[in-house]
Structures are given as C-alpha cells and as structure tokens.
C-alpha cells in the first residue's frame, strides 16, 4: 500500500543537517538558531514547563525533554555517557520530535546529536551577550571535546569574540580543537593548564564530560569582571565549579526547577537566589550591573531552546526540501477502521 500524504512526516538525518548547516552556512545557522531562542525566552510565560525525566545509571543518563506552546509541542531524546568516547562513540545522541498541538500529528522527526550541539553553542551565545563584560573579545574554552568549536564560533558570531584560548587535560583534544578552528578568523591559543586558558580571557566557558563533582575552576582562578558559561555540570553529582565562586557570583539559570538538581547550583542551599535568563532577555530585571561583577550562566539545557531549534530546522526543511518523508503515521481510508486498513494490507 502506498502511504497517503497524511502517513508522511518529513525527517531530517544527520546527512540532511550537515546539508542544511551547510546551506546557511554555521555561523548564521548558530545566529538563526540564537534568534529564535531569544524569541522564544521573550514568550516564557506561554510554554509549559517541566524539568526533563531522566534514567541514571552508574554510566550515564538517557533524558526527555518535552514543551509546549498553544501551537507546537517537542520533545528531545537525549544521552550523555562519558564513558563513550573511550569506546568510539559520541558521550552525547539526540534526536528530536515537533508535533502540532491542534491535531497531535508529528510536523517534524530530526536528528538532534548535531543540533543540541548547535543550540547549546546558541544559547551560551545568548546569555553572553546579555551577561559578559562589554567589549569582550577572549574566551577560555576549558574542555575541548566535541561541543568546543560550536561554542567558539557562536561566541564569535554572536559575541565578537576574536580569541580562544584553549585546554584539556587531554592535549589531544586541545590538537583536534585548534585544528578545526583554523582558518575561522579567530586566534587560538593551546594551553597547557586551565590557569594559564583564563590569562586575559573576559569570558570562560568549562565543558568538560566526567561524571563526578570536579572542581576545574578553583576561586583564586577566578577574578572580578568575567562572565562564566559552565556548561558541563549538567546532572545530579556531575559539577565543575569551587563552591566558593558561585558565592561570589550572580548566578543566572534556565529554569531553577531543573537547575538546583542538575547545575552547579547543586552545591548551594535551595533557596540561594538565582535570576532566570528570561527575565533578563524580557528587560524586567537587570543583567550584569557593573564591571567588576562576577556572572555566572549555570547552563543544564532546558526544552525550550530545544523547540526553538527544531522550529528553525522546520523552517530550513520547508524551504530547502531537504528532508526524507517518513511513512510514520497510520492513515486508514476509514478514521475508524485501523484493523481494516492492516487486514487489506494482507492482499
């Protein structure tokens, strides 16, 4: 049997996102996807909202992330095993579903291993741009595995970023890094100690994957003036961060449910005070307030920049074709007579 028009969902595979990054090419794909991410903080109050549901294991986690507006609805399947790499494979895999709210019917089936990196580079673009000190132009890029480069180019594109100075205590890591983001525009700089990444660096980001509450910013590494983007404190029992430093900093999350759980906030009482970046982003409470303050994005990921993402993507696929239709959908002649439609099937 043929499948009607109703039976399709159009997919998006990693070959059709690599195309389409492609198409736009990366920085303004990462603008395109920050836009649309800030939209959508600007709107917070119209989502529903929930913490993500997660399945721990000694290894790892698997995770879904699901939101809604009165128009769409998404959700991402999302893994992060950091034992991974030591086995050939990636610590992170995603894939994700756009839905329309008025009938259920999926809109969208994508890949999201590549677009979680996209957006995750996005959304730190995003609160740096509200959080660094101004005329910022050199980022610590502490952890130089697969989400480094994202972040570096969405700092550039976004933030004018114009170095990087990198490191890992896997010198490897830090190769393929410097590597990759040659011939960018950006001026990277390998280094050989975490200390030596943040000389002169206005903004430090810290990706690293372990599984553990590690400490790979102490506070007398971190003085006045910077912005922190500490990305990989992103479960219960895995931070990056002294204590001592989220003490000394304004703290900005996603959404404080998910966060006091899973960021670095993990470490502090539950009612120590936090600004949600969408209130930031709307204007109604200020972001950074002088020059010499500490700010500190404690980044989990939350589903809205998810949605905001594959919102982008729908666009992108509409315009572009570039997408395989998934017979994925029931579609019987007879709304009422699914058991027809598979006995039919039989002839």
Known sequence: MQPSDKALVPFVSVDHMMQLVHHVGLPEMIRRIADAIEEDFGRWES?????????????????????????????????????????????????????????????????????????????SAVAARYLAPEGATTMAMIGNGAQAEFQSIAMQAICGITTVRLYDKDPAATAKCAANLAGTGLTVVACDSAESAIEGAQILTTCTADKQYATILTDNMVGSGVHINAIGGDCPGKTELAAAILHRSSIFVEYPEQTRIEGEIQQLDPDHPVTELWQVITGAVPGRRDAREITLFDSVGFAIEDFSALRVVHDLTRETGLNLPLDLLADPDNPRDLYGMLMRAAG
């Open 47 to 123: 989502f529903d909202k929930t913490p993500r549901v997660a399945a721990h294991s000694p290894v790892g986690v698997i995770e879904l992330m699901p939101t809604a507006d009165d128009t769409l609805y998404a959700f991402k399947y999302v893994n992060g095993h950091p034992k991974n790499t030591s086995e050939g494979l990636q610590t992170v895999t995603a894939f994700g579903l756009l839905a329309d709210m008025h009938t259920g019917y999926p809109v969208l089936l994508s890949e999201m291993t590549l677009l979680t990196a996209l957006r995750t580079a996005a959304m």
